[in-house]
């Protein structure tokens, strides 16, 4: 089994930052993929960002690309998600989520493991 803990959202003004982690505890040797969906009030999951245990491979989302920055502290068994120029239709709840598998990447279906979600909103 593997534990996932998120932290770090809040309420941040259009235009702002937030960096949220996901700390990851048990078997995080048998991962391979981790990464970072969001949910709003009425409307499905979607992928945000994933990136591989190791490497330096990493993917987006494209409404996120070039404003999200997804990163790894292997030694810490930590992942990032640094959110930069915030926008009102970035809120939501935000998931980390961890797979044995590396494909397909965008599918939650892959993902075996998810945090508990922190709440991110911006406010206009």
């Known amino acids: 089994q593997v534990q996932l803990v998120e932290s770090g959202g809040g309420l941040v003004q259009a235009g702002g930052s937030l960096r949220l982690s996901c700390a990851a505890s048990g078997r995080t040797f048998s991962m391979r993929l981790m990464g970072w969906f969001r949910q709003a009030p009425g409307k499905e999951r979607e992928f945000v960002a994933a990136?591989?245990?190791?490497?330096?491979?990493?993917y987006y989302a494209d409404s996120v690309k070039g404003r999200f920055t997804i990163s790894r502290d292997n030694a810490k068994n930590t992942v990032y998600l640094q959110m930069n120029n915030l926008k009102p239709e970035d809120t939501a709840v935000y998931y980390c989520?961890?797979?044995?598998?590396?494909?397909?990447?965008?599918?939650?279906?892959?993902?075996?493991?998810w945090g508990q979600g922190t709440q991110v909103t911006v406010s206009s």
């Open positions: 989520a961890a797979t044995e598998r590396l494909f397909p990447v965008r599918d939650s279906r892959v993902y075996d493991y």
């Open positions: 990136i591989r245990w190791s490497g330096d491979t990493t």
